[in-house]
Nanobody, 120 residues
Framework: VQLQASGGGLVQAGKSLRLSCAAS????????MAWYRQAPGKQRELVAE???????KYLDSVKDRFTISRDNAKMTVYLQMSTLKPEDTAVYYC???????????????WGQGTQVTVSS
């Protein structure tokens, strides 16, 4: 089981970016999927999460600017980021609670991280 993230890059403030993260492997089910970020010198923080039934939760500072969504058939989570600010600059990591095909339990998996840099 692995998570593959993509979509980061360098953008100007006020612009948009879309991150994607796809789960692959022998998977029985994918539960909550989420995006975290870690800026230099700061702790990793939860940006947004979406449950398997579509319920969402956001970091206060990104509400009304970021939208998390998922495609269950593709086992993919997206993060649409709009009106980006320099303070959004960070490495963004996808995270998912996944039950592998031959396991009775779910486990937490992390993607490799993708850099988002917002210039002022």
């Amino acid at each position: 089981v692995q998570l593959q993230a993509s979509g980061g890059g360098l953008v100007q403030a006020g612009k948009s970016l879309r991150l994607s993260c796809a789960a692959s492997g022998d998977i029985f089910s994918v539960n909550t999927m989420a995006w975290y970020r870690q800026a230099p010198g700061k702790q990793r923080e939860l940006v947004a999460e979406v449950t398997s039934d579509g319920s969402t939760k956001y970091l206060d500072s990104v509400k009304d600017r970021f939208t998390i969504s998922r495609d269950n058939a593709k086992m993919t989570v997206y993060l649409q980021m709009s009106t980006l600010k320099p303070e959004d600059t960070a490495v963004y990591y996808c995270n998912a609670d996944i039950r592998p095909a031959l396991s009775k339990w779910s486990e937490e998996y992390w993607g490799q991280g993708t850099q988002v840099t917002v210039s002022s």
